[in-house]
């Protein structure tokens, strides 16, 4: 039982580059949730999904997409990077709305 | 808006005890989380606290909860040095509660 895993653990991306992060769970979760990590700052919520097939906007949607085309997968997608996507990425699931939600380690991206 | 705050920085010594404050502002919050964030890894949960509860203790843990001043606090008895990471307080949203709002971390620094 792995829990939450996610790909890469690092990336290096020029402005303009696209790039998708993907988030794995084993725990057959219904809820994941993708978040970004910032200096002095909490998690933000990007996107989340309350159910294979469907995906919706968090608190700071702006220049990402994603998906859930598979219960246990969680993609996020940058079309086009930007410094200001500079950040760490966090994938978290959880079995339903209010419960406890399992973090996976995070991806570190820097957009020069 | 909903808001979460926390003191940015403690320091304590070995041995002593660690109490971490946050406030939040929404008081139909159903429950408040304790995570834990060791450096170059994702969160760890702790602890949580159920909005009608006073108080909950775990082992070392002591969770506080005064509802009026809208107030959480975690007690950590006898700190070591292994208790030296970010903690974030989270309160879970009962209007749309897909979502957790986070407050930017307290740094726990513990000296020998």
């Known amino acids: 039982n792995a829990g939450v895993t996610q790909t890469p653990k690092f990336r290096v991306l020029k402005t303009g580059q696209s790039m998708t992060l993907l988030c794995a769970q084993d725990?057959?979760?219904?809820?994941m949730y993708w978040y970004r990590q910032d200096p002095g700052m909490g998690l933000r919520l990007i996107h989340y999904s309350v159910g294979e097939g469907t995906t919706a906007k968090g608190e700071v949607p702006d220049g990402y997409n994603v998906s859930r085309l598979k219960k246990q997968n969680f993609l996020l997608g940058l079309e086009s990077a930007a410094p200001s996507q500079t950040s760490v990425y966090f994938c978290?699931?959880?079995?339903?709305?209010?419960?406890?939600?399992?973090f996976g380690p995070g991806t570190r991206l820097t957009v020069t | 808006g909903e808001d979460v705050e926390q003191s940015l920085f403690l320091s304590v010594r070995e041995g002593d005890s660690s109490v971490i404050n946050c406030t939040y502002t929404?008081?139909?919050?159903?429950?408040l989380y304790w995570y834990k964030q060791e450096p170059g890894a994702g969160l760890q949960l702790l602890t949580y606290i159920f909005s009608n509860m006073d108080m909950k203790q775990d082992q070392r843990l002591t969770v506080l909860l005064n509802k009026k001043d809208k107030h959480l606090s975690l007690r950590i008895a006898d700190t070591q040095t292994g208790d030296s990471a970010i903690y974030f307080c989270?309160?879970?949203?009962?209007?749309?509660?897909?979502?957790?709002?986070f407050g930017s971390g307290t740094r726990l620094l513990v000296r020998p």
């Open positions: 929404d008081s139909s919050s159903t429950y």
């Open positions: 725990m057959n979760h219904e809820y």
């Open positions: 978290a699931s959880s079995k339903m709305t209010g419960a406890q939600q399992y």
């Open positions: 989270a309160e879970s949203i009962s209007d749309s509660s897909y979502k957790l709002i």
